[in-house]
């Protein structure tokens, strides 16, 4: 997982509530448990003007020419502005997954579903809260072609281009891994030599259990 301290990223205004987790990435492409490969069907039904399906050549399909991840200004964003409720719906895990391959690294919204929220910071995504009032003047800021916000997640900040800043919370646990890039499993892999130290304690007092 990449560590996540600072960016100067352009924003995506996606000016919708109640974002399912089926809409960000439909049913039929949850073939894989790999992490990477599914930014290309990120919000499908919504980018495309046709039904996609697994193995497709999505460069030889229709894009919908109003949605918003396909407007010539939003080429390239790294920060995705949303509204309340974020993320709702199934768990899967393949939504947060689909929104880092296709190359955001923050959202912003006033809510975000809990299980959606925990498993953004499980995989390298900062999902900030911000109040209504922050949320309103930053999607009409964000209607200005070439808009940037600056975070940075030490400081716990977001600067607009005018120099207004505007804090967020952040646990300290998640802002350790995510600072640090660590995922469940790197969190687990930084105490290995504690855990060959037990195995090998272990085998030597209950050797009759490593039969080899």
């Known amino acids: 997982m990449k560590p996540f301290t600072k960016l100067d990223g352009l924003v995506c205004a996606m000016d919708r509530a109640n974002v399912d987790t089926d809409a960000i990435i439909p049913k039929q492409f949850l073939k894989s448990i790999k992490r990477s490969g599914f930014g290309p069907n990120l919000f499908d039904e919504w980018r495309y003007l046709d039904h996609g399906e697994p ?19 939003n080429q390239g964003a790294q920060v995705l ?10 768990s899967r895990e393949h939504a947060p997954w689909a929104i880092e391959d296709f190359g955001f690294c923050a959202l912003i919204a006033p809510s975000f579903a809990d299980i959606f929220f925990n498993n953004c910071f499980k995989n390298g995504l900062l999902p900030i809260v911000q109040p209504a009032a922050v949320i309103e003047q930053l999607f009409a800021e964000a209607k200005t072609e070439g808009y940037r916000l600056k975070i940075d997640l030490l400081e716990q900040t977001i600067t607009t281009p005018s120099g207004e800043v505007f804090a967020f919370d952040v646990t300290e646990h998640r802002k350790h891994c995510l600072l640090n ?32």
Do not use: Y
């Not at 193995?55 to 200004?73: A, I, T, Y």
């Not at 969190?187 to 272990?202: P, R």
């Open 81 to 90: 502005l949303a509204r309340d409720n974020f993320g709702c719906g199934s």
């Open 181 to 212: 890039g660590l995922d469940e499993i790197g969190l687990t892999l930084a105490h290995s030599d504690k855990i060959k130290a037990f195995e090998t304690q272990h085998e030597a007092a209950q050797p009759w259990l490593f039969v080899k």
């Open 55 to 73: 193995g497709m050549d999505n460069s030889q399909r229709k894009l919908n020419p109003e949605f918003e991840l396909n407007l010539p200004r």
